[in-house]
DNA sequence: AGCGTCACAGCAAGCGCTTTCTATCGGATA
DNA sequence: TATCCGATAGAAAGCGCTTGCTGTGACGCT
């Protein structure tokens, strides 16, 4: 029925290693014998069986890709980068794997469970993008699976996810702190004072730092934060929508909105329009990632371009073992201010 | 060094088969002796081999899901609807699949690649995502590939992409020159005599459906279409900026833009501001698949919008062979226009 | 001429699991 | 009490491939 390796074998009159040794091109093979063997998967339209071949060499070409949100173009540029580094098809040299992304929607459960499987497939490398969940059993449960992942040979590689201490994962943070409070920074800088702050959910890393940056920001500028200035929401526009909505009903005198991110602050933008109000003229509005619509919102965001892409490639090469691992295995990305039409000074 | 299924067997004292059967749970399995393994599985930290499983039962769990370009939000959103059914951990019941999407980037031969990197694999199925490439040669091979998976066994499922015959592969269609052609119409409906049209890449159906769609309803109402009212172009944002550009200077006299999709149509809007137009006064803009931030965009988007979600959704069950297929495999869905901001009457 | 050296090719032993077929055992039935 | 049957458990034969080790001629060296 399906054609085997013993079948290209016996056509092309040779052992069944031999064919093998062809196919994996790592032994000395007589060139009129390749050409033999070649010409024989060829006629026969021979495809290999991945999973026999996993079993006898022990390790498999799968480089799992595990992403948050994978509708996010946070998340879709950040494995496109990844992607195209591991190679799949099409890749540079090496050979072919198949990078798979797994899209874990944010649950601590499927993630655990997306690793096992790939543990179960034995998959060359696995790489974790975006904020952790921060709830402490859940991220002692990743951290062993990752060590069990990194003793088995599997290269771990976290891209935008803060370090995971004694895993043997490689980890390419992102500055989120920094960013959040160089962010603030410019926006007090233009005169703000009371400033709105709309985050992601709560317990998870990126949230957290984010919004840490943003605090830190107000208390070195010597502003006490109202309890009523933040509000929780998702990572995503109606999120955006209604906390604004809300952050407008707790203080309408606030003269600055800071989303969690772009998506959000795009929300936060219609809020605000809805509301009859001006931006950035009766309230300045920034978000986070800068992603490719930012600069197309009307007035264009004002937020913290992250290198979504360079790091995804980065971190796509050292899973793939073609770039030395930063030194002490961790490697902390900035984000860059990016200032545009949506910040402004307050009015009055 | 890993735990095997027989270490399982060992510690619970039963026969490989035994412990075979209870974690596949096919066969009658006393409750006691089942109590045992499970705990013995659990003590000793035990991950399934998966290809040794792939190889002895000849199936793998691994589904495929292929995408022209991960980064753009049309196809996450389809992947992520997609993979919510297959199940991936998480989903409803049935066996966990491993649900894995695979970037061709639009080239054909990483299609053809990850095609047969799937094959390779086994999949248990593919679901292959937006529009097609029409180069003939290639078409043929993808054809032969996908028939091929079919008779392996492997469900093929289309979704928003044009059917392919005699494969044995499931469509779900866009109704892509329906949708272009009631969106052009409303255009006209406006008072609209000169539009031009921003197409993607040529050689793809979803370009050549569109933009046929576009063409009837011009013909329909008469207008002669000037052959400088189109430009190709790629689907992204940056190109329907330079595509826009290009227009008003072949012909500034134009009162419509009607893009490929909405990116492309949010970089003509962009474009259009910089040339000292307004929109829809000066100039109609029009999109298409109604993503996320095109009712955000200033003003708001005139689109088509297309139920990426649900049809992802409605492939991915059927993939699982939890849906049946449409009556003669083939599907078509239509578009919804969605009239918005963007689009008004002409000047004067 | 004799023999170590290569360069290749084949043998055969698994890799870890599934599954068919064959026991086994405690009733239920006659 | 002898027989049969359903419910379970085990033995063992692979699944298709990789790879360490073992030939085996052809060469080139002394």
């Known amino acids: 029925m399906t054609v085997t390796l013993a079948d290209v074998a016996a056509r092309a009159q040779v052992s069944p290693a031999t064919v093998s040794r062809v196919l994996n091109g790592n032994y000395p093979v007589a060139a009129t014998t390749r050409e033999r063997v070649l010409r024989a998967v060829d006629e026969l339209d021979y495809v290999l069986n991945g999973p026999a071949s996993a079993l006898a060499a022990a390790t498999s070409d799968l480089v799992g890709i595990l992403v948050n949100d994978i509708a996010d173009p946070f998340f879709g540029i950040m494995a496109s980068a990844i992607q195209a580094e591991i190679g799949g098809p099409g890749g540079r040299a090496g050979g072919e794997r198949l990078a798979v992304v797994c899209n874990t929607g944010g649950s601590p459960e499927r993630e655990l469970t997306y690793l096992t499987l790939l543990q179960r497939q034995r998959a060359a490398a696995v790489v974790l993008t975006g904020g952790a969940v921060e709830d402490a059993p859940h991220a002692a449960a990743v951290a062993a699976k990752l060590r069990k992942l990194a003793d088995a040979g599997t290269r771990v590689v976290l891209c935008g996810r803060p370090p995971a201490p004694d895993t043997g994962a490689i980890a390419l943070t992102f500055d989120n702190r920094g960013g959040g409070r160089e962010l603030t920074e410019h926006l007090i800088g233009l005169g703000h004072r009371r400033l709105g702050y709309i985050a992601g959910p709560e317990e998870r890393t990126t949230t957290r730092h984010r919004l840490e940056g943003h605090r830190a920001a107000l208390e070195a500028h010597g502003i006490t934060e109202d309890p009523g200035w933040t509000v929780h929401g998702r990572y995503d526009r109606q999120s955006g929508y209604e906390a604004t909505l809300e952050l407008l009903r707790r203080d309408p005198s606030l003269t600055a909105v800071v989303a969690a991110n ?87």
Chains 1, 2 share one sequence.
């Open 262 to 348: 772009d998506s959000v602050a795009l929300g936060a933008c219609a809020a605000l329009r809805d509301s009859g109000l001006r931006i950035p003229e009766d309230v300045s509005v920034a978000g986070f990632d800068d992603l490719p619509f930012s600069i197309d919102a009307v007035p264009s965001l004002t937020t913290v371009r992250l290198p979504l892409s360079e790091a995804g490639a980065r971190a796509g090469r050292i899973a793939m073992g073609r770039e030395e691992p930063p030194p002490g295995e961790i490697a902390t990305i900035r984000g860059e201010l990016m200032v545009r039409g949506s910040s402004g000074g307050p009015r009055k």
